[in-house]
């Protein structure tokens, strides 16, 4: 365990390289072909990852299932059979959609570590060359999303229970203790799966471009690093929340800094290709960082050394 097990691992550390190696990378000298190539496989490495939220009020109108209740009960039940039929369409098109892009990201994170480390612009030779790997990677993660989708959907199918209880019956002590328990576990569990997943992109996946078309025997050698290194990895996620605020508000920054807000967003949202090519200066860093900082446990683990400059 020497090599994984070094003296000095510093998060601070892969700050100057990774930067410096963006800068060599796109603008040493500025190469329009080779920076929308580049995007592209910073797009596919991330594509299909998003998200949302919402929130509402009128508890009053909801607590003793009043009209708006029951409003809401006959038109579910008069419409039940086109809710079921739009469902039994709608919800398989999605999961399909879900499956594509999936695959699709688990074969493009390994051309964007190809093009970050080795400071090229290519899309067909890493697309064939990792094509066993981005398809152990794409089945770990469809596992790996089934198992999710079945511990975390139980809890939150109860927390929905409850709160439709609470929505009829009015609050009491057990309904409460009840959602918040199934609220809890739900959060506890999708934590979990979202360290396993950050861990898979930042370490797993480079170290299967290195050794290994095999995602379970990646995760193996994941899995001893981490053991080893407990303290280090908390601080690195600790760290990489503080990048991802920091990434966020630099984004936010250039939305604002160019005076045309709205016209940003739409890029950034409705296009995300043509976003994540404005910002891929960002992207190239995060990718470059993490591939820095897991040099630092030895030679084994340094993607660079086997990529010409």
């Excluded at 074969?107 to 981005?134: D, I, L, S, T």
Aim: proline fraction near 5%; aromatic fraction near 12%; include cysteine.
């Amino acid at each position: 365990m020497g090599l994984e097990n070094p003296q000095r691992v510093s998060v601070i550390d892969p700050i100057s390289p990774a930067i410096e190696h963006v800068r060599l990378m796109l603008f040493k000298p500025f190469d329009l072909s080779k920076w929308l190539t580049i995007g592209f496989c910073a797009w596919l490495a991330q594509l299909g990852h998003g998200g949302g939220g919402g929130g509402g009020n009128g508890w009053k109108e909801y607590g003793h299932g009043g009209p708006i209740m029951e409003t809401i009960k006959s038109n579910v039940i008069a419409h039940l059979a086109v809710i079921i039929l739009v469902g039994a369409i709608v919800i398989p098109i999605i999961i399909i959609i879900a499956v594509v892009l999936c695959w699709l990201r688990s074969r493009g994170q390994f051309m964007f570590v190809h093009c970050v480390a080795g400071n090229k612009a290519e899309v067909v030779v890493p697309w064939n060359k990792f094509a066993r790997h981005g398809n152990s990677l794409f089945l770990f993660r469809i596992v790996l999303g089934f198992i999710g989708f079945l511990v975390i959907g139980l809890p939150v199918a109860a927390a929905i229970f409850t709160g439709f209880v609470m929505c009829a019956t009015g609050f009491n002590p057990a309904a409460i203790m009840g959602l918040t328990g199934a609220i809890f576990v739900a959060v506890v569990v999708a934590v979990l799966f979202g360290l396993i997943a950050k861990f898979t992109t930042d370490f797993v996946v480079p170290i299967m471009f290195l050794n290994t078309d095999s995602c379970i025997a990646g995760w193996k050698q994941c899995l001893a690093l981490i053991s080893g290194n407990k303290a280090r990895m908390l601080l690195y996620i600790l760290f990489q929340i503080v990048i991802c605020l920091v990434i966020a508000f630099i984004a936010l920054t250039v939305c604002l800094v160019t005076c045309c807000c709205c016209c940003c967003l739409l890029v950034l949202f409705v296009l995300p290709y043509v976003g994540t090519v404005i910002l891929l200066p960002l992207f190239a860093f995060k990718r470059a960082y993490s591939l820095f900082y897991l040099r630092q446990f030895g030679p084994q683990f340094d993607v660079f050394s086997v990529q010409p400059a």
